[in-house]
């Protein structure tokens, strides 16, 4: 599976940014794609992830209310809606493919990743 993930730049606090993911390859026909991201210094941190149908999304405690995941299957791609976006969510964000049904929130639960893609948010 290749990811590719598009859509980073610089935005300033207040304002919002999408962010998408395509996937590519062999897929498995039940499967969770997600976002985290990595603040310089720090760990990378689970964003939002989605199940192949919709039915199932979770969200990182600080971004819930402000970024909407979303998916289109027939496009085979996974977006993320960023709104309300303040400084400290400047970070790469990496989109992940897991083999399951269950959305996971850590690093090693996840089988594939994108490159990443930069977010910078200006005070």
């Known amino acids: 599976v290749q990811l590719q993930a598009s859509g980073g730049g610089l935005v300033q606090a207040g304002g919002s940014l999408g962010l998408s993911c395509a996937a590519s390859?062999?897929?498995?026909?039940?499967?969770?794609m997600g976002w985290f991201r990595q603040a310089p210094g720090k760990e990378r941190e689970f964003v939002a992830g989605i199940t192949w149908n919709g039915r199932s999304t979770r969200y990182g405690d600080s971004v819930k209310g402000r970024f909407t995941i979303s998916r289109d299957n027939a496009k085979n791609t996974v977006s993320l809606q960023m709104n309300s976006l303040k400084p400290e969510d400047t970070a790469v964000y990496y989109c992940?493919?897991?083999?399951?049904?269950?959305?996971?929130?850590?690093?090693?639960?996840?089988?594939?990743w994108g490159q990443g893609t930069l977010v910078t948010v200006s005070s």
């Open positions: 390859g062999r897929t498995a026909s039940t499967y969770v």
């Open positions: 992940a493919f897991r083999n399951s049904i269950v959305v996971a929130t850590t690093v090693r639960e996840y089988d594939y």
